[in-house]
């Protein structure tokens, strides 16, 4: 390995495979190390600790700057929420990162038991989750999380889809009292809110990206610059077309949906996660909740019954219709239905 200032680094990747070695260098929209880096000169009880990822999750950014506050417990997720669990209940403010389906899934019991009955403040950074790792198979695929996320108590669950988006989430829930899920991309996401300004992402409210009459996309994580994309195609024809980052799950903003959905009379809800129990699913709740289930409503994501495919990411996403193209067809088979 390299040497950069006496901190090892990652290598370059090869451009032959898609090189986890090599995040360092791809991740760009990964900042969560730096932002929380920036929070911790300010507040001496915030700690990171990571399961051997500090180079896919860019945490390596904190440990720079404050190593003795940064621990790595090895490929031990488990462990990792438990042993966070012990330093909030004596004071600690600990952030803990890894792939999605290793601390969503393979700790899911601890997250539920040691991190949200108890209420304590540990932040989960749940980055590559759901299909993006595509080469590494249906173990390191994270499409269920949001599902069992969502239906625990006491738990906040955010989806930001960029850089901009990360920032805000992670300052404007730092204060919150107990467990927080962030559910992140691959380290290579479109910018979406860096354009847009100060502001529009705001903790607890869908960010309404985009106005429209004829229907309605609810989009979150990689899906919502597609669903953006879609919409300007559509747009260019005069369909008029809202745009909606749910990015907040847990609570989630039923009511901005639901007005959106009954206004247009249709809605596409595109989302990287099993269309049973993430955000379709709570966007089909508001619905019912909100008066409005008369509204015809289309899904995109992965089959209920089905294991992604094994795969280059922009590939699978292609395959199951979470790209511009896709969002856009499955678009035009709502509004012609």
């Known amino acids: 390995m390299a040497e950069l200032e006496g901190v090892e680094v990652a290598p370059q990747p090869s451009g032959k495979s898609w090189d986890l070695a090599g995040m360092a260098r791809l991740s760009q929209s990964f900042v969560a190390g730096k932002v929380i880096a920036a929070m911790a000169d300010e507040d001496p009880d915030i700690v990171v600790i990571t399961a051997d990822m500090k180079f896919s999750n860019m945490t390596v950014d904190f440990e720079r700057v ?21 330093m909030a209940s004596v004071g600690c403010k600990p952030y803990v990162g890894a792939f999605a389906p290793f601390v969503g899934l393979l700790a899911g019991e601890q997250i539920r038991t040691d991190l949200a009955y108890p209420g304590l403040p540990v932040r989960i950074l749940a980055h590559h989750a759901g299909i993006a790792i595509g080469f590494y ?28 988006a990360t920032e805000a989430a992670l300052r404007q829930t730092a204060d919150l009292p107990g467990p927080v899920y962030f559910r992140l991309g691959r380290g290579r996401d479109v910018d979406v809110y860096d354009s847009l300004p100060a502001g529009s992402w705001r903790f607890g409210e869908a960010a309404v990206l985009r106005e429209g009459t004829d229907l309605t996309i609810v989009a979150n994580g990689i899906t919502v610059s597609a669903a953006l994309q879609a919409a300007t195609a559509l747009g260019a024809e005069g369909v008029a077309v809202s745009v909606i980052d749910a990015h907040t799950v847990r609570p989630f903003d039923g009511a901005t949906i639901a007005e959106h959905a009954g206004r247009s009379g249709r809605l596409l809800v595109a989302e990287e996660h099993n269309v049973v129990g993430g955000v379709a699913s709570a966007c089909a709740e508001a619905l019912v909740e909100h008066g409005q289930a008369g509204v015809k409503m289309e899904r995109i994501g992965m089959p209920p019954d089905e294991y992604s495919l094994i795969g280059p990411p922009t590939h699978l996403y292609r395959h199951y219709g979470m790209d511009a193209a896709g969002i856009e067809k499955k678009a035009r088979e709502l509004l012609a239905g």
């Open 137 to 164: 198979g249906t173990s390191h695929h994270a499409t269920e999380d949001l599902g069992l996320m969502r239906s625990i108590a006491n738990m906040t669950v955010v989806c930001p889809c960029d850089a901009t």
């Open 66 to 86: 404050h190593p003795d506050r940064f621990v790595n417990v090895g490929i031990s997720e488990q462990h990792m929420v438990s042993m966070a669990a012990g």
